[in-house]
């Protein structure tokens, strides 16, 4: 045990910062960053010895200093692994983007761009002329702007033609999503009073002509995308709403929610409304998000008849609510994806995934079972393999699930399944599943590394889970 009275074999902060390992993550991370958690580093060395700690030598200092410097630098919006078996995972950022749309991403951020310059005209242009031709050729609407969301498009949507006036919506559509959003506050903030119609259950065509006044300016649609009302139950749908608009001179806007451009059936998966067949089937505005079954970044669009999306230009909000050039370019990629049809599921990570069969993923599950077994079983955690179902996410598709296959780690004696969940999220690169029924669940439907998922409960069967 160290002298408590004697701290002179502990460096100074000087010196240790003239040593080349300390003047290397100097160059790392910055003398500022470096000197504090260096000065820190040994007054608790000072403090621990003093209570009678052994001294510790040179190398155990830097080895501390260089844990500490990592952890203060290590950033919590990293890279991580998606076995929660959700694919777009809202808390996870949802969309993967495609390859083209992160080499388009990467080159707006390196370069000056053509954000708002004519390049023909050498005037000033519009930011949503990058996307307008394409949206409305995918759409068949006749013009498309984009904001940083699709709750912000409902939003300058009805704060551009609702603001003082009635806007009818069904009680069985007065959706509520994550983050407390709910479709009545929107509402409200938008300045458009919330006219209810119908049942929870059952709306009809004679609950929104009875309720049409004169001071009604639109009625509003919604897709009730993360929930579905089963039963006894009744809807109108968008064409036939469209028809009791039109014959009363109001807008009929039809938000969709998380959207999507083509047929999924075709793919195997439930049928969604897409943006085209609201288009056709009357909707003056539809509203979606880029960033769920579209498969891009955060963005939401709003298409329909080019009166109506001029006047939504021509508000205040839509500067305070536009994108950045770096969207607008991954936007563009992704959306000419849906170009060519053919290979847009190999192309796009969100279809890919949801299209995943279930044999590839079951084979990948016998494939990593027994590396992982063997590295868990040490602490007491059994390993097996596992069926599981997947889900969309982002309130798309709420009540269907995908087949999928996983990795089931349940402990032979109780308790200790929260604590190795925790110590998984801690790694650098970290993994995250689902607690469930009394084992951790893995889903592997949206797992591309499986090296790097072995290296990480590598890491953690070595160092120890708590």
Known sequence: MADPGDLRPIASVDRMLKTPDVTALIELHGRALVTE???????????????????????????????????????????????????????????????????????????????????????????????????????????????????????????????????????????????????PDIMERAGARLVEVGTTNRTHARDYRKAIRADTALILKVHTSNYRIEGFTAEVAGAELAAI???????????????????????????????????????????????????????????????????????????????????????????????????????????????????????QAERLKPNIAKLLERHGFAVETCRCRSQIGSGALPVDTIPSAGLRIHRKNSGGLEKLAARLRTLRRPIIGRLNDGALILDLRCLGDEVGLLEGITQVATDGLW
């Open 245 to 363: 608009a039109h014959e009363a001179g109001v807008v009929l806007l039809n938000d969709l929610g998380s959207g999507t451009l083509v047929d999924l059936s075709r793919y195997g998966l439930a049928g969604e409304p897409t943006v085209r067949d609201a288009v056709a089937g009357g909707a003056d505005l539809v509203t979606f998000s880029g960033d769920k079954l579209l498969g891009g970044p955060q963005a939401g669009f709003i298409v329909g008849r080019k009166e109506l999306i001029a006047e939504i230009n021509r508000n205040p909000l839509k500067r305070a609510l536009r994108l950045d050039k770096i969207r607008i370019a991954a936007l563009a990629a992704t959306l000419a994806l849906y170009r060519d049809p053919d290979r847009l599921a190999e192309r796009l990570p969100t279809l890919k995934m949801l299209t995943r069969p279930e044999e590839d993923i079951r084979q």
């Open 37 to 183: 958690e260096l000065r820190c580093l040994l007054s608790e060395i000072r403090q621990a010895v003093r209570d009678g700690d052994a001294m510790p030598n040179e190398g155990d200092v830097f080895a501390s200093l260089l844990s500490r410097l990592d952890y203060r630098s290590r950033s919590n919006l990293r890279p991580l692994f998606n076995l929660t078996g959700t694919v777009l995972h809202t808390n996870l950022g949802r969309a993967l983007l495609a390859e083209e749309a992160i080499a388009a991403a990467v080159d707006a951020m390196r370069e000056a761009a053509a954000l708002e310059l004519d390049l023909d005209t050498g005037r000033r242009g519009e930011r949503d002329g990058h996307l307008r031709a394409l949206v409305c050729e995918l759409t068949g609407a006749e013009d498309a702007t984009v904001v940083n969301n699709n709750a912000a498009a409902v939003l300058i949507a009805l704060a551009t033609f609702g603001e003082g006036r009635e806007a009818i919506v069904s009680r069985g559509e007065l959706i509520e999503i994550g983050g407390a959003f709910r479709m």
